[in-house]
């Protein structure tokens, strides 16, 4: 699913050139559920950028579900990361001043994934699976971190992606609602998701198939 | 149903109200103004294009010996090439308005109230037709005959006889320049008035010619053949400027000066729009980069925002637009009575405001278009990084320049750093500030320009009261009244006379080879010289007529053509063409007597303006009382003041121009200020959590917004300076024939630092105090 091939990324920066990845080869396959650990600057979320098509690489080739990401346009980078891509980011990212439902809704309206009258009923779905469909017309604000990060997560679903990158997803949140997100995670892998999720916690890590350890920008 | 991204436009807009208002205002305050001097303008244009012509205005005046009678008339209007003709005899004379205080008096003699073919004037008030012992007045000089309605006014006629008339009525004559700006009463009588019978009138004939009605010297031909087929002798053709008002040239300066402040806040708002946008989408940056994750295309997000920005830009048009025609129109009203014009309508064309509408939504949206595509193409790692821009601190030599100074306070050093890095930020709030002050000490320069051109111009003018006759009368004789005459230090009796230059009537003077009396600025070449022989000075009017220095001037005096050599120009306040030569050679022309004269310039013993105005009445009644028919004494600062009334209008719309870029701008700059206190939330909430008091916070931001200021009003000065230029070149080209002189008023250019000071520490405070109180994890929140 995901094919990494001496992968590079150097940033130039006023300090002078730093390498982030330094040639890194990895192979993840469909619905492998893969924790990229290691410290802070060692370049975890660097890779998780180049895979979801954030960030480009300097050097190397990159595929994700058979695309090269290094050929496709702006535009096409962003259909298609809408497409193929969910993302979870630490601080939830939610738009505010959408309700629950329309944050989640909001991937399909610009992917026009679903005929409009369809979306609502896919987006309650898809809160009732992380539990909070209780929560739907709420604003972000008025919920939990926990909560919100369910959310997240709802919408990272929402045009069905194959991948589901997540970026240090529960590093704000309790050691409770961190548990239950991974064990989130794990069904979504065991329903054939390929999950990268970069993460400190050494516990949750533990749960996935697979840990991948970046230090100083390349695999360990 | 809305689709989510929509609704998240809407609820973006609702979602901070504070700062949608303040963007709406500012974008309202710009559509206000355009809208105002659009309308304006398009009023003033429409309705004083009309008014003139409606007035079925006569192509030629004829002054002929002897009287015009219907059968005249009425053969002159079967003559080939002339549309209509009527009689109209005038009668010149003076209007006493207080004891011992007469201004000058033009009566015109009307042969049918009920027939006015040519130069027509309607009812106003009163009485119509008038009775043979009533007057009707222009309704612009009632106040200036300092009369009312029904009063019996006292007439000096040329005869010395005076004569209680009646007004019965006031009339609007459209195609007379208003009596108050004249300093002068005009009136009319009819056919059987008494005055026609016991005074001397100047028997005219005004005619229409039957085609081509704009052409000079098509007309000028007519006349010549209806002159040469009367069998009367005619005295003078006047040929007025055909399809021009009299005050024509005020009117196209004024106009000119409307529209160009309507550019220049047209301008403003522009820049407004572009600083409003540049606020909301800088807030907006890490939701775009949700948006790009989410699957969001680059086109998406821009009609997102150009969306957004059609919102804000409707809600302003829905304020500004209304308002704008209001205020237009009120303004309309004003200049129109100016002008003794009367609107019919203060509406504006339905095309002014369909273009306002479309220039209102697609201006912005013009305007935005450049950021927002910036904004909807950054990628998603630039739009989620904490980096303020693609250069941090340090890396521009500016940068380094600037963190060398370190003999600040640490505060106020943060706050000269935050405020240079953020070029994009700083530049459009210079750049609004810098439009806003530039038309503003523009506009302020314009109208000193005009103040000190009027000052320079009475400056070469150095005798204090103007005597005229109502016909050449003997120097020796008012030579003996003058001399006696306790008020009066020095008299000089200049010899003049009128010619033709091409079409255009000139005025020819002839001053004292040695006066003292006149200093007028040489443009080129000299003055006058005692041993000149056939040389004249011109004005810059004179100028106009393809005519140069060291070359001739032709000129008509009594039929003939005679050239004189043009040694200098001057610059002279005056709409009209005059030509400066000795008098011998005026004389050897125009064949006149040397002996006599028809003026007199008088040096007063007391010449501050009470003493003028004195001198000027004990003047005339001793001539008057030595039987010298005098036609008007005026002193000079009341000519002075007749001048600076004509240029009321313009000095209106300029001083108005200023007034509208105060409030446009002002609130535009409140708005621009405090929104970008709004955008340094983070920052301060890291300042608060740091130690900072929302005191010193405070201070700093302040200090931030004074620095904008002063850094803007330096560039608004510098700016100020070719838009002056221009100013003065179009609007003195236009009314007085040549440039004004250029001048930076120290008033404006004060004025200007002390208003933007004002509003910057204004619009700053508070939201700086509010954003230092917030707590400080909602400051550095996320979101």
């Given at each position: 699913m995901i094919h990494l091939q001496a992968l590079s990324k150097t940033y130039e920066t006023p300090a002078g050139s730093f390498e982030a990845l330094c040639g890194i080869d990895l192979d993840i396959d469909a619905g492998e559920f893969v924790a990229i650990v290691g410290k802070s600057g060692s370049g975890k979320s660097t890779l998780l950028n180049m895979v979801g098509g954030i960030d480009r690489p300097s050097s190397g080739s990159l595929t994700v579900n058979g695309a090269s990401i290094a050929s496709l346009t702006h535009n096409e980078l962003a259909m298609w990361r809408g497409r193929t891509v969910g993302f979870v980011f630490q601080f939830f990212?939610?738009?505010?001043?959408?309700t629950v439902a329309e944050n989640v809704m909001l991937p399909m309206d610009f992917l026009g994934t679903l005929p409009g009258s369809q979306r609502k009923k896919r987006a309650m779905d898809l809160l009732d699976r992380v539990a909070v469909a209780d929560q739907a017309?709420?604003?972000?604000?008025?919920?939990s971190g926990g909560q919100q990060q369910r959310v997240a997560i709802a919408r990272a679903l929402a045009n069905d992606p194959p991948v589901i990158l997540a970026d240090e997803p529960t590093g704000n949140l309790d050691s409770e609602t961190s548990t239950a997100i991974f064990k989130l995670f794990g069904e979504l892998s065991s329903e054939g998701k390929t999950l990268l999720v970069v993460t400190h916690d050494r516990e949750a890590a533990a749960t996935v198939s697979r840990t991948v350890t970046i230090a100083d920008g390349c695999v360990a | 149903m809305i689709a989510p991204r929509w609704r998240k436009v809407l609820r973006d807009i609702g979602q901070t109200p504070l700062r949608t208002a303040l963007a709406v205002v500012a974008m309202a305050a710009g559509a206000f103004g355009v809208t105002m001097i659009l309308t304006s303008y398009s009023i003033l244009k429409r309705e004083l294009g009309t008014m003139y012509t409606d007035t079925r205005p006569a192509s030629a005046i004829l002054t002929i010996d002897g009287t015009v009678d219907d059968t005249l008339v009425d053969s002159v209007r079967r003559?080939?090439?002339?549309?209509d003709a009527e009689a109209r005899p005038v009668i010149y004379g003076r209007i006493q308005v207080a004891k011992d205080h007469w201004l000058p008096l033009t009566l015109f003699v009307i042969r049918d109230f009920s027939d006015i073919r040519l130069d027509r004037f309607k009812p106003d008030?009163?009485?119509?037709?008038?009775?043979?012992d009533e007057m009707l007045i222009e309704r612009s000089s009632l106040s200036v005959a300092n009369a009312s309605l029904s009063d019996r006014v006292i007439i000096r006629t040329s005869d010395h006889a005076e004569h209680a008339v009646r007004i019965t009525g006031t009339v609007h004559a459209a195609g007379l320049a208003p009596g108050w700006m004249e300093h002068a009463v005009t009136g009319f009588v009819s056919w059987s008035s008494h005055l026609r019978s016991s005074a001397t009138s100047a028997d005219q004939l005004r005619l229409l010619v039957a085609t081509d009605a704009l052409n000079e010297r098509h007309i000028r031909d007519v006349a010549s053949k209806v002159e040469a087929s009367i069998n009367r002798k005619v005295t003078r053709i006047d040929v007025p400027t055909p399809g021009r008002h009299p005050h024509a040239a005020q009117m196209d300066t004024f106009l000119f000066l409307l529209g160009a402040f309507g550019a220049l806040t047209f301008a403003l708002s522009a820049v407004l729009v572009a600083t409003m946008i540049h606020a909301l989408l800088t807030e907006q940056l890490r939701q775009i980069g949700v948006m790009k994750t989410v699957g969001a295309s680059t086109m998406q997000i821009a009609a997102l925002y150009l969306g957004q920005v059609a919102i804000l830009a409707a809600a302003a048009l829905a304020i500004g637009i209304p308002l704008g025609i209001d205020a237009g129109g009120a303004y309309a009203r004003f200049a129109a009575s100016m002008l003794n014009a009367t609107l019919r309508s203060t509406l504006p064309p339905l095309w002014i405001i369909a273009a306002e509408v479309l220039a209102g939504i697609a201006i912005p949206l013009l305007v935005a278009l450049g950021p927002i595509a910036r904004a909807s193409r950054i990628t998603i790692h630039e739009a989620f990084s904490n980096d303020i821009g693609r250069h941090p601190f340090g890396t521009r030599r500016f940068d380094r320049w600037l963190a060398r100074i370190q003999w600040l306070p640490r505060p106020l050093m943060l706050s000269l750093r935050t405020t240079f890095h953020r070029r994009g930020r700083l530049i459009l709030t210079v750049a609004t500030l810098a439009a806003g002050g530039a038309a503003f000490i523009a506009a302020l320069n314009v109208s000193a320009a005009w103040n000190r051109t009027l000052a320079a111009d009475a400056r070469g003018r150095r005798f204090d009261v103007q005597a005229v006759f109502s016909r050449p009368v003997p120097i020796a004789q008012v030579q003996q009244v003058l001399d006696k005459h306790p008020d009066v230090v020095h008299a000089e009796y200049w010899i003049e006379s009128g010619a033709m230059l091409g079409e255009t009537n000139v005025s020819l003077i002839g001053p004292d080879a040695n006066t003292k009396l006149l200093d007028l600025p040489l443009i080129a070449g000299r003055w006058l010289q005692p041993d000149d022989e056939a040389v004249a000075v011109i004005n810059q009017s004179a100028l106009a007529h393809d005519l140069h220095l060291g070359g001739n001037i032709p000129l008509r005096i009594n039929g003939k053509i005679v050239t004189w050599r043009i040694v200098g120009v001057v610059n002279e306040l005056a709409p009209h063409a005059n030509v400066y030569a000795p008098p011998r050679t005026i004389l050897a022309a125009?064949?006149?007597?040397?002996?006599?004269?028809?003026s007199a310039r008088i040096v007063t013993r007391q010449r501050d303006i009470p003493g003028q105005l004195a001198a000027a009445k004990s003047i005339e009644q001793a001539l008057n009382n030595a039987g010298i028919d005098v036609a008007a004494v005026q002193s000079l600062s009341d000519s002075r003041k007749s001048f600076a009334d004509h240029l009321v209008i313009i000095k209106s719309a300029l001083i108005f121009a200023a007034l509208l870029v105060v409030l446009v701008g002002g609130l535009g700059l409140t708005s621009t200020l405090t929104l970008n206190v709004f955008e340094r939330t983070r920052e301060i909430g890291i300042l608060s959590a740091i130690g900072a008091t929302p005191r010193t916070i405070a201070r700093d931001v302040v200090f931030e917004g004074m620095v904008m200021a002063v850094l803007s009003w330096f560039i608004a000065v510098i700016a100020a300076i070719p838009i002056t230029f221009a100013l003065d070149d179009a609007a003195g080209r236009m009314f007085i024939r040549s440039a004004l002189d250029f001048y930076m008023s120290p008033t404006a250019v004060a004025a200007w630092l002390l208003l933007v000071l004002i509003l910057a520490a204004l619009s700053r405070f508070h939201p700086a105090r509010r954003s230092a109180r917030l707590a400080v994890r909602e400051a550095i929140a996320y979101e």
């Amino acid at each position: 699913m995901i094919h990494l091939q001496a992968l590079s990324k150097t940033y130039e920066t006023p300090a002078g050139s730093f390498e982030a990845l330094c040639g890194i080869d990895l192979d993840i396959d469909a619905g492998e559920f893969v924790a990229i650990v290691g410290k802070s600057g060692s370049g975890k979320s660097t890779l998780l950028n180049m895979v979801g098509g954030i960030d480009r690489p300097s050097s190397g080739s990159l595929t994700v579900n058979g695309a090269s990401i290094a050929s496709l346009t702006h535009n096409e980078l962003a259909m298609w990361r809408g497409r193929t891509v969910g993302f979870v980011f630490q601080f939830f990212q939610l738009l505010p001043t959408l309700t629950v439902a329309e944050n989640v809704m909001l991937p399909m309206d610009f992917l026009g994934t679903l005929p409009g009258s369809q979306r609502k009923k896919r987006a309650m779905d898809l809160l009732d699976r992380v539990a909070v469909a209780d929560q739907a017309d709420k604003l972000p604000s008025a919920l939990s971190g926990g909560q919100q990060q369910r959310v997240a997560i709802a919408r990272a679903l929402a045009n069905d992606p194959p991948v589901i990158l997540a970026d240090e997803p529960t590093g704000n949140l309790d050691s409770e609602t961190s548990t239950a997100i991974f064990k989130l995670f794990g069904e979504l892998s065991s329903e054939g998701k390929t999950l990268l999720v970069v993460t400190h916690d050494r516990e949750a890590a533990a749960t996935v198939s697979r840990t991948v350890t970046i230090a100083d920008g390349c695999v360990a | 149903m809305i689709a989510p991204r929509w609704r998240k436009v809407l609820r973006d807009i609702g979602q901070t109200p504070l700062r949608t208002a303040l963007a709406v205002v500012a974008m309202a305050a710009g559509a206000f103004g355009v809208t105002m001097i659009l309308t304006s303008y398009s009023i003033l244009k429409r309705e004083l294009g009309t008014m003139y012509t409606d007035t079925r205005p006569a192509s030629a005046i004829l002054t002929i010996d002897g009287t015009v009678d219907d059968t005249l008339v009425d053969s002159v209007r079967r003559m080939p090439g002339v549309a209509d003709a009527e009689a109209r005899p005038v009668i010149y004379g003076r209007i006493q308005v207080a004891k011992d205080h007469w201004l000058p008096l033009t009566l015109f003699v009307i042969r049918d109230f009920s027939d006015i073919r040519l130069d027509r004037f309607k009812p106003d008030s009163g009485a119509w037709p008038p009775g043979d012992d009533e007057m009707l007045i222009e309704r612009s000089s009632l106040s200036v005959a300092n009369a009312s309605l029904s009063d019996r006014v006292i007439i000096r006629t040329s005869d010395h006889a005076e004569h209680a008339v009646r007004i019965t009525g006031t009339v609007h004559a459209a195609g007379l320049a208003p009596g108050w700006m004249e300093h002068a009463v005009t009136g009319f009588v009819s056919w059987s008035s008494h005055l026609r019978s016991s005074a001397t009138s100047a028997d005219q004939l005004r005619l229409l010619v039957a085609t081509d009605a704009l052409n000079e010297r098509h007309i000028r031909d007519v006349a010549s053949k209806v002159e040469a087929s009367i069998n009367r002798k005619v005295t003078r053709i006047d040929v007025p400027t055909p399809g021009r008002h009299p005050h024509a040239a005020q009117m196209d300066t004024f106009l000119f000066l409307l529209g160009a402040f309507g550019a220049l806040t047209f301008a403003l708002s522009a820049v407004l729009v572009a600083t409003m946008i540049h606020a909301l989408l800088t807030e907006q940056l890490r939701q775009i980069g949700v948006m790009k994750t989410v699957g969001a295309s680059t086109m998406q997000i821009a009609a997102l925002y150009l969306g957004q920005v059609a919102i804000l830009a409707a809600a302003a048009l829905a304020i500004g637009i209304p308002l704008g025609i209001d205020a237009g129109g009120a303004y309309a009203r004003f200049a129109a009575s100016m002008l003794n014009a009367t609107l019919r309508s203060t509406l504006p064309p339905l095309w002014i405001i369909a273009a306002e509408v479309l220039a209102g939504i697609a201006i912005p949206l013009l305007v935005a278009l450049g950021p927002i595509a910036r904004a909807s193409r950054i990628t998603i790692h630039e739009a989620f990084s904490n980096d303020i821009g693609r250069h941090p601190f340090g890396t521009r030599r500016f940068d380094r320049w600037l963190a060398r100074i370190q003999w600040l306070p640490r505060p106020l050093m943060l706050s000269l750093r935050t405020t240079f890095h953020r070029r994009g930020r700083l530049i459009l709030t210079v750049a609004t500030l810098a439009a806003g002050g530039a038309a503003f000490i523009a506009a302020l320069n314009v109208s000193a320009a005009w103040n000190r051109t009027l000052a320079a111009d009475a400056r070469g003018r150095r005798f204090d009261v103007q005597a005229v006759f109502s016909r050449p009368v003997p120097i020796a004789q008012v030579q003996q009244v003058l001399d006696k005459h306790p008020d009066v230090v020095h008299a000089e009796y200049w010899i003049e006379s009128g010619a033709m230059l091409g079409e255009t009537n000139v005025s020819l003077i002839g001053p004292d080879a040695n006066t003292k009396l006149l200093d007028l600025p040489l443009i080129a070449g000299r003055w006058l010289q005692p041993d000149d022989e056939a040389v004249a000075v011109i004005n810059q009017s004179a100028l106009a007529h393809d005519l140069h220095l060291g070359g001739n001037i032709p000129l008509r005096i009594n039929g003939k053509i005679v050239t004189w050599r043009i040694v200098g120009v001057v610059n002279e306040l005056a709409p009209h063409a005059n030509v400066y030569a000795p008098p011998r050679t005026i004389l050897a022309a125009t064949g006149k007597s040397p002996d006599l004269t028809r003026s007199a310039r008088i040096v007063t013993r007391q010449r501050d303006i009470p003493g003028q105005l004195a001198a000027a009445k004990s003047i005339e009644q001793a001539l008057n009382n030595a039987g010298i028919d005098v036609a008007a004494v005026q002193s000079l600062s009341d000519s002075r003041k007749s001048f600076a009334d004509h240029l009321v209008i313009i000095k209106s719309a300029l001083i108005f121009a200023a007034l509208l870029v105060v409030l446009v701008g002002g609130l535009g700059l409140t708005s621009t200020l405090t929104l970008n206190v709004f955008e340094r939330t983070r920052e301060i909430g890291i300042l608060s959590a740091i130690g900072a008091t929302p005191r010193t916070i405070a201070r700093d931001v302040v200090f931030e917004g004074m620095v904008m200021a002063v850094l803007s009003w330096f560039i608004a000065v510098i700016a100020a300076i070719p838009i002056t230029f221009a100013l003065d070149d179009a609007a003195g080209r236009m009314f007085i024939r040549s440039a004004l002189d250029f001048y930076m008023s120290p008033t404006a250019v004060a004025a200007w630092l002390l208003l933007v000071l004002i509003l910057a520490a204004l619009s700053r405070f508070h939201p700086a105090r509010r954003s230092a109180r917030l707590a400080v994890r909602e400051a550095i929140a996320y979101e």
